[in-house]
């Protein structure tokens, strides 16, 4: 009965739905770019990440995760047409890179390595770039296109270009409720993208989900995890800044990384440009570890090739320097315990965060 009832519907419905379609569009079959890149429900955070979008003060929405998606990909917003977000925050790299610092546009380098930003729509302390310079993904979005190394161009010009893309004013409106073109909502719809990037599910995830359930039996790896766990908690005191669902405090410590002992300087000042307090020389954000091993070389320059050598950098007392953070001490990790350490950041590797560049844009 009820069936019937909905089959009458739709049929009663069908040649007032299709003619008030016809009113709005021309054509009935969408763009290709839109079937590349079609209105998707949100993600669910993965096992491991225990927090909703719903929490957020302004969640994402489709609308906007699919506008920037686009915009995240999208090469245009650079001053010559070849440099997105992407080239540096490499999808199969974790949204970070393989290399030891970021090439920007006309092959410039800079002086940082470009950083994950899995799972962070949730962040301990709003704290975004190795400074902490940026007080949000949206604040932090805009800096990019306007910075001279990285994608060149001016926030201004980034606006006129979209603007001369003429489709792209209809996901404004689908996203925001009128087609205007302005920086607040091309930075809310790239943060948004970012943020539905996250990463859990992994085997570590799996062990801490599972070890209190009636039956369970511990495999191999569960033990190793176990064990390296006690690890990073106990006599490593990893967690005294790796710590919680994304394994960072989201603070800045120092861990005499790019300290030159024969000139007694550091290459790079870090937080102490933003905060101007002396302790903060040379101190950096602590990185998640989440998928760490799918961008290897490591630390903000990238000077450390392997995650063996960043585990004895810690086991031999960080570099001695002034600044450096009254957390890092001699550790004496027997080589077992420094390779249980590796394994234990092994196991991190997780799964949802997954994406390729849409192969066709709005134009
Ligand atoms: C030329 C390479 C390059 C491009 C292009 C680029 N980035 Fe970055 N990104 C970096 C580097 C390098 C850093 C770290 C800079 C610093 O800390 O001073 C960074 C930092 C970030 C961070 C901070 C992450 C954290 O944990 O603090 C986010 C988020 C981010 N970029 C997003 C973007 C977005 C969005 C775009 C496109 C609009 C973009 N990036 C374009 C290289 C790049
Ligand atoms: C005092 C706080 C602190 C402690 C303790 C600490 N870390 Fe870190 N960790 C950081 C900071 C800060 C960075 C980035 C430093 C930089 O780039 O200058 C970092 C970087 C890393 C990186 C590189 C990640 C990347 O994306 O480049 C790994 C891996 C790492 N830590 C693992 C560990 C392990 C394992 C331990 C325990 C043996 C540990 N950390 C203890 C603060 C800490």
């Known amino acids: 009965m009820k069936r019937q009832l909905f089959v009458l519907a739709i049929v009663a419905c069908l040649p007032l739905c299709t003619s008030a379609n016809a009113d709005e569009k021309e054509t009935t079959t ?24 719903e929490s957020l003060p302004k969640p994402p929405t489709p609308e906007t995760v699919r506008l920037g998606r686009w915009l995240y990909y999208d090469t245009r917003l650079s001053a010559d047409g ?9 999808p199969e790299h974790a949204f970070s890179e393989r290399t030891p610092v970021s090439t920007g546009i006309h092959g410039q380098k800079g002086a940082r390595k470009a ?18 310079r940026a007080g949000s993904l949206e604040e932090q979005a805009l800096g990019p296109v306007a910075n001279p190394i990285e994608m060149g161009n001016t926030v201004e010009k980034m606006i006129d ?93 120092n861990l005499g990384i790019g300290w030159n002992e024969a000139e007694k300087k550091l290459a790079d000042i870090g937080r102490y440009e933003v905060s101007k307090k002396e302790e903060d020389k040379g101190a950096f954000k602590t990185p998640s570890l989440r998928d760490v091993t799918k961008h290897p070389p490591y630390m903000h320059d990238g000077s450390i090739k392997t995650l063996k050598e960043v585990v004895e950098h810690y086991n031999k007392g960080g570099n001695a320097n002034p600044h450096l953070s009254t957390k890092i001490k001699k550790l004496n990790l027997t080589d077992e315990e420094v390779d249980l350490l590796v394994k234990f950041m092994e196991a991190l590797d997780g799964e949802g965060y997954m994406d390729t560049a849409p192969k066709a844009f709005p134009k």
């Open 161 to 253: 270009s979209l603007n001369e893309i003429k489709p792209y004013a209809a996901y404004f409106k689908e996203a925001f409720g009128t087609p205007e073109i302005n920086k607040e909502r091309v930075a809310k719809a790239i943060a948004d993208y970012e943020r539905t990037r996250m990463s859990g599910n992994s085997a570590f995830d799996k062990w801490q989900e599972n070890r209190f359930e009636d039956g369970y039996k511990e495999s191999e790896q569960d033990a190793i995890i176990k064990k390296g766990f006690e690890l990073f908690n106990g006599k490593a005191e990893c967690n005294q800044c790796h710590l919680g669902q994304n394994f960072t405090d989201s603070l800045f410590h």
């Open 115 to 132: 950083p994950s930003f899995l799972n962070q729509a949730w962040t301990i302390y709003p704290h975004f770039f190795w400074d902490g």
């Open 30 to 53: 969408p763009p290709a770019w839109e079937k590349e890149n079609p209105l998707k429900p949100l993600p669910k955070p993965p096992l491991g990440i225990d927090s909703t979008f």
């Open 82 to 90: 070849t440099v997105s977000c992407a080239t540096c925050h490499v």
